[in-house]
């Protein structure tokens, strides 16, 4: 058989194969090509992107779950996995009750929309169709949309793991999955005022990660190092994670999930131009993703001498997010640099945060942070249509919103109920403490493993 | 020669490790037990089910030392292990007929 | 980039905006809006539909795999590893050999349909398509009812975990896949009497989740409760699952899977109010689950004073199985309603179920029984198509046949070569006493812990 | 509700269950039936079908991550991960700088098309589509056939886990996604000789499957055994792999991911009649993996008189192999009998390669490439279009072809870097002598296991 | 005060200590540790090759009584421990020089 | 009789197992600990960052035998677990009072 359309000359000779396959569709007339693809096929098709493209985006929150729960300790893994469902959970409800309206309901340019419950109003009631090629279900746009603040929540849990109380987390969860992000969500996706000045980020490397990230930092401030990361010295103590293979699960679950994440941010399907800008955005994507890999590896090597899977995966992350902001109008070659560049960047601010006694358990602020930054700069070079100028209004905006917003609600929580164990649970560790719940009972330290 | 061995908690090896490493102590020997004492188990409860916890991490360290250093080791074990909350373990000493170094078959004193 | 309908009025004037998006889309003639959906798109619609909604619950599999396989202890992980592969094998076998046909094989109103192998008898032979819009792919169709077989074997797996002899529970897969469920299926899905008397169950409370569950409940009452579980004096003693990332990762696949689960079950996707469906149950679905999981948090942090993540997670499926009966007329509102209620059940009967003396490893009962009653039950609050009367009769025929049936099976397999290890070989664990191979050997009790 | 189309006729006459359905495609004229899927629609179905399908594949990646990650000691898991996610990220990178076009670029009836860095070049610029109904979104078919690439590569590392050093490893991952894998894949997918020689091989039993296999002999025999394997009597001592759940998860997920390797080997969807071909194609995929399951169950209790899971997971994989060549025309009955002898394949080679002392951590040699070269073999027994002597041809050329030049390649990295760490550092693991790592640091052997 | 050092078998632990805590034994040390002896591990295959499993799971109990408590342990423990299949396990008794508790510094009979 | 208590590396557990047996040693019990001594762990990186594993992995053989066998068992272990590498281990000797068979009851020299 023959796989390619370069190939398709060839077939029509390959009689003997082309037998065997059977392809019906080589005999239409060709007159057929003219017939375009009718509006209601678009909207199923549109809808059906938002569908399978938000489920990939939903086994995302599975990645971090994963992710997350191997790059802390044992202790705390019962915690990791508690906060990470709740946090998917919260903000699916909160997206409904509040969010969504918030982000997209009548922003017209301003700085949000009129909050409240959403349901659809989908055109169609019964009879035929009245709608046309671009649109689809409002439900599958609600779905799509909503799996994407679930991503930015994941992001802050990650950063604070390990030390963080429960009740406050959820809280501040709450706070940014219903108001936070949709706000600033409406700035640009809802058709706000920075949509107006030109600001331009195809997925979120800004609106989703680097959302998540500046919320991470300002409640990593605030709560403070893991006791006995710093040394008094100065010396940083590296914490490993309990289980590397459950990070790799779930960087490769974020991996395949990121498909979903930049290809249905095409928002549609209904054209083949359509399917040819989504095919492009999954090249893109992968190509990012596995420079970032690949760079990590080599700069990791070439400055301590030997490969750390966690950079490597963090790499991958990086990558990803870098492409983020444009998946579409890169070259390869510029997706591999874009993606690479982010490879890079992971693995020097990594250690330049432990410089700053900031404690980032999973890396989440230079993957999510850092590489949000750079993808959204680097639009420009191969977008036309945007300028660094509306780039770095964007970033600093939603950047300086997010990050005094959520200082001031982390403040809040701390002052009012405390937001961190206390040393003692700590040592104990999360799940132990304010669980009574081991992750591992009967391996390493568990309580039944001589049972 | 005397063997020491030490039930503590497990959060306190390394200050533990450190004030001996400050008496020149060179060898020992560490691993993790469960504890049964006074210092009971948090009473948890699983899918609305209770119950005991009875044995609690602890960590064990044993220690070959001339008998001339066991009264500073015990000493230093105290000083660096307590926290002054019950459980915080015990000091046995016990004593050893011969000490052999597999590497060199040095043995006693010089094996230590 | 603006991101939703919502907005298109304001980006058709956004001109900068709408330049750098290319949609030739909005090109088309406003004449074209009146042309149909092709009957052959809406044929490769709904067979895709089958397909990806198929794949989404085949991975259900090994959703219910990991689940149980982190709330087992460790010494009995292969076998529940060992058990979770081959029912889905038999599973995919038996619905070949005679299940599918004895469940839609000229059911006519009737009790069964005629047994045997299938084969698909696509209408389409070769030359221009003669289907019609409803239409899709014969084997689609039989992929996407399989894998829901292999669904109701693997909550049995679950309950009985832990105890039970590897080849009596095979023999008995065999049976439920092969005989138990496509009889009762074929009263409701396949067209029989119960259909006829106007039961409803969109995608299977009743005829998939209690299915397992009654099945899983006879079981347990004829196997007995694992030794050391209840004390003499009546006292239950909780036996922790090993490992609860895994059982995290389990139900987050699960959660992942019911998409396909409830999508998949409108049968179709060719045309908008298709899309619509689906896009409406997508959303009910998960906003059935994150508030099973909100729901399951709250109450056992107000009734025991703490969360109890494996709770959380029973309250994700308990939402699941609550809306899978009824995913498409439901309100958000009422969603949220469903699922959560779906949670409290579930946080309720779980110890309920000890009171019995009835040990369900992975509380498979108060999930997929309890929850999927409820479910059925919740069907007429929002479908005014449907009677409580109906479902009662609907919940308890089909409860009554699997259970007594199930029950029969059971025992004459107790009788015939028994279906429980020694209290020796439970004491080693399974994977030792059964299998000679151990989950987990170099950590916790493994043989290979000092090698 | 009713659930399949053999009951339409009934579904018609129950009214109070259409109604509730509201199915408004059934409203459609009959008329319409006769007009055809537009071209351009055909050209999305096409597209989409390779993006849905090429993610599936792409988690197998991940899949085979868990798979040998679960199977090798503990302590070479970190390594394990690293070079798997290292593999896929070069794969991807290999493929665009060189491969894709080393294999489709102007074959023409060769042995290799002309290499270079590829890039899309889609009819459609904008304006109306002009491209055929058998087209699809170029990009879109790289992405299919680059994460068919990983999967080869992801063979190799499993069988010479524990043993090899990361980067030689990884440049000859470089040699084989580059160069080895591209030019073989010519001959046929690319339309080279061997196509033209009548050759048949639809998803890759052989170009894929062996190609990875034969890859792996060749440097298993140069690599030699882990030390310990085998005894200087001839006694096998078997090395058990450490996290038996995490192997079965990656079973799982390669099942998963087959569907989208099978099934998107159809390389279209953009008709009826390829909606049904890819629909029996994943019946016979999910048939012949279930039979190989159940036979690698039934034949190691008949040989051993006990249930190996190791086994019945390379069963699944043997099965699913054994199918990749001809998972279209066999019927149900004949899936079943290749899947089945696939599994029995395993289950006899797996000891047999021990016999020969070749040493097969994970079993990819029995799996991959016997099972290829079987299911190669098998294709004549129900595809007419193809004949014993060229598939022959295809076995033994690819075969030689790889083989040579990879144990060439072997050779030379032996001779010029060495190829096998030191025995102290295979009896430190590699994770620790190689990576300075742990993946599991607190269980087990774990340095962090009492602090 | 004597060291009594018992090795028994792991699912017969909450029995022994449930008989010790009967002679108000009130503590007690356990480690999980792997038993070489006349009772021989099972062979298994593992992808159709045999082997055998040399060390079996036991657990290893260490309690410190005074002297006159040592032949009601090894009793108890005798007792509650016996299934009276092979490798049931040992009791040894060694000399104990000096306790310490290390929360109150109390020695000897009074640290246990 | 004495308990003979050794600290060896990890992987020459197999061979001391088997020069043990050939001197006919019926019985041992083997245990995971952590060493510290001489012998250094490596300076690993973790993310960026420096650090020292101070503990490695040694096993711990408890043997108890008669005493005319003490000598011979010494010498096998240190023939089996030697490298002439640094961190080799340790024998160390402590007499035994009383060893009992739990299973039957037998004492002393019958128990072992
Ligand atoms: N008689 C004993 N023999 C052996 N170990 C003991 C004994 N008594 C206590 N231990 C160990 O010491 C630990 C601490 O003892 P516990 O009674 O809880 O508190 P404290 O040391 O403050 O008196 C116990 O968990 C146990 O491991
Ligand atoms: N001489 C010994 N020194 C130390 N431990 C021993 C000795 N003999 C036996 N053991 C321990 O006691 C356990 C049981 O001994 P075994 O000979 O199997 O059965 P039994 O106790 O019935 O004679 C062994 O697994 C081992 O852990
Ligand atoms: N004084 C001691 N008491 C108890 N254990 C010791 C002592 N000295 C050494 N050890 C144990 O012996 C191991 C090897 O000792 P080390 O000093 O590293 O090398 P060597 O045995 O070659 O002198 C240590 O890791 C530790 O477990």
Redesign the interface.
Known sequence: MIRTKTQLALAASAAVIAAAMAEPALAQDAAEAALPVAPETSFIFNSFSFLVHGFLVMWMAAGFAMLEGGLVRGKNTTMQMTKNIALYSISGLMYWVIGYNLMYNGVDGGFFGIPGPWSASDPIVDGAFEGDASGYAAASDWFFQMVFVATAASIVSGTLAERIKLWPFLIFIVCLTGVIYPIQGAWQWGGGWLAEAGFSDFAGSTLVHSVGGWAALAGAILLGARTGKYGADGKVHPIPGANLPLATLGTFILWLGWFGFNGGSQLALGSAADAISIATIYMNTNLAAAAGVVVAILVTQAIYGKVDLTMALNGALGGLVSITAEPLTPSPMMAVLIGGIGGVLVVLTVPLLDKLKIDDVVGAIPVHLVCGVWGTLAVPLTNSGTNFGSQILGIVSIGAFVFVVSFVIWFVLKMAMGIRVSEEEE?IGLD?AEL??EAYPEFG?G?Q??L | M??IM???K??K??EV?EALSALEI?????????????QK??T????????Q???L????IEI?VADDM?ERV?EA??NS???????????????????????T?ETDAD??
């Open positions: 040592t132990k009574g719940l330290r309580s493993s001589i | 005397k063997l030490a039930i503590i497990p959060f090896l390394d490790r060179q060898g020992l020997t560490v691993s993790e037990v469960k504890g049964f004492g006074r188990g948090q948890e409860i699983y899918r609305g089910a209770e119950y916890v009875n044995f991490p602890k960590v064990k070959v066991v015990i074990i105290q292990a307590r926290t002054d909350k019950i459980g915080d373990g015990k000091v046995f000493v016990l004593d050893v007929e011969k000490s052999v170094r597999i590497r078959g094996a230590l």
